[in-house]
């Protein structure tokens, strides 16, 4: 069962990051804002910006797919408080990327 939330929890992130990715083509642009609603593509830019400084350890401004990787986690060690290699959805909902807690960190 973990696997499918980690899945889900890294497809979320890695569509935070892509609305916030700058150089986009402007069909690639255009195509993505007709199937997001603004306000949400807005709030996953706003969470990707959040994110960025926790997630770009060399500073680059881009992030790899070993920081990403590294992130994910520790977010996810973060999450599994029981250490059983699993998290419930009540874990998940302490993530980071719905809450706005501090990465790595198990409070606001």
């Known amino acids: 069962m973990a696997k499918p939330i980690w899945l889900a929890l890294a497809c979320f992130a890695v569509m935070a990051l892509g609305a916030g990715a700058q150089g986009q083509t402007a069909a690639?642009?255009?195509?993505?804002s007709a199937a997001i609603n603004p306000q949400s593509l807005r709030q996953a830019q706003d969470l990707a910006r959040q994110l960025l400084p926790y997630m770009d350890k060399d500073k680059n401004g881009k992030i790899s797919k070993a920081e990403f990787m590294s992130f994910m986690e520790a977010e996810f060690n973060a999450l599994d408080t029981a250490k059983t290699g699993e998290l419930t959805v009540e874990q998940l909902s302490k993530s980071v990327l719905f809450n706005g807690r501090k990465p790595g960190g198990t409070g606001k």
């Open 28 to 32: 690639a642009s255009a195509s993505a």
